[in-house]
């Protein structure tokens, strides 16, 4: 699999120290080994959705009990996120950190995934979401802890869209 474990492995690791104890997510394949860490790791929570938006009531829960998550999920789960997001997140005002697969760009093989890749900034624009893409994986750590700090000062949702350059390898 093209997938790069070692680079996955640095964002599980960033993860793990802003303090985030649980991810919620449903399978997809640039994420596949984040997942399988946070399976494997006794000191994280992993919760596999049936939807994506399930994830928001989640991670708003999550926060109400005192802790930190982040969801996991490509560009086309955010699509299919947006009521929760709106009318949950945003409107009381919940520290929701979006970790997201940014299908559809450049370089991009599956036709199937470039409608998403074209809409997923203007969406998050459009929802005043402020968003960054990662790309170095030098730069992951600090990236999220700038993101998460973010989310919880503002409380407010924050994404981070994972590139190709960062999640895959030739």
């Not at 599980?12 to 790791?41: C, N, R, Y």
């Amino acid at each position: 699999m093209p997938v790069s474990v070692k680079n996955s492995a640095a964002l599980f690791a960033a993860l793990k120290s802003v303090g985030i104890s649980l991810l919620s997510a449903l399978p997809e394949t640039w994420l596949v080994h984040v997942m399988q860490m946070a399976e494997d790791d006794p000191d994280m929570t992993l919760i596999r959705l049936n939807k994506e938006e399930e994830g928001v009531g989640i991670s708003v829960g999550v926060h109400m009990a005192g802790r930190k998550s982040a969801m996991l999920m490509q560009n086309h789960g955010l699509l299919s996120s947006v009521n929760g997001i709106v009318s949950v997140a945003q409107l009381y005002r919940i520290p929701l950190l979006m970790v997201i697969s940014y299908r559809g760009e450049m370089g991009e093989r599956d036709p199937w995934q470039t409608e998403g890749g074209l809409v997923t900034e203007p969406l998050l624009k459009s929802l005043g979401i402020i968003y960054k893409k990662l790309s170095n994986p030098a730069t992951v750590a600090h990236e999220l802890e700038q993101a998460q700090t973010l989310a919880q000062s503002s409380l407010r949702p924050v994404a981070l869209l994972l590139t190709r350059d960062l999640m895959w390898e030739e």
